[in-house]
């Protein structure tokens, strides 16, 4: 099971950590994506990241604010949001599946298999 959290509201500029919980002692072996759905549009996919964290991989319209982070020892992965905007504005959810990846990848999101319920992230302007 997985589940989002660390969502709020925020203005413009600002910053949020999101943080995915799982439960498994396999998780580790686990790709993990963040994904977002904004009112009226399709869940589109923010960063992707391999089972040991070597390799990331970020939708161009947050490269370079979002960075994606793991934590196999706690199970816990991470999406660190800075300079955010107000099209970041959306639920966000986290992934993840146990297929291989060697390089992570921005890819759809019927690569992954399990899904946690979103969190929440709305910025003011």
């Known amino acids: 099971q997985l589940q989002a959290s660390g969502g709020g509201l925020v203005q413009a500029g600002g910053s949020l950590r999101l943080s995915c919980a799982a439960s498994g002692r396999t998780f580790s072996q686990y790709i993990v994506g963040w994904f977002r759905q904004a009112p009226g549009k399709e869940r589109e996919i923010v960063a992707t990241i391999t089972w040991n964290g070597g390799s990331t991989a970020y939708a161009d319209s947050v490269k370079g604010r979002f960075t994606i982070s793991r934590d196999n020892a706690k199970n816990m992965v991470y999406l660190q949001i800075n300079s955010l905007k107000a099209g970041d504005t959306a639920v966000y959810y986290c992934?993840?599946?146990?297929?291989?990846?060697?390089?992570?990848?921005?890819?759809?999101?019927?690569?992954?298999?399990?899904w946690g319920q979103g969190t929440q992230v709305t910025v003011s302007s």
């Open positions: 992934a993840a599946d146990s297929r291989f990846w060697a390089v992570a990848r921005i890819t759809s999101t019927a690569e992954f298999g399990s």
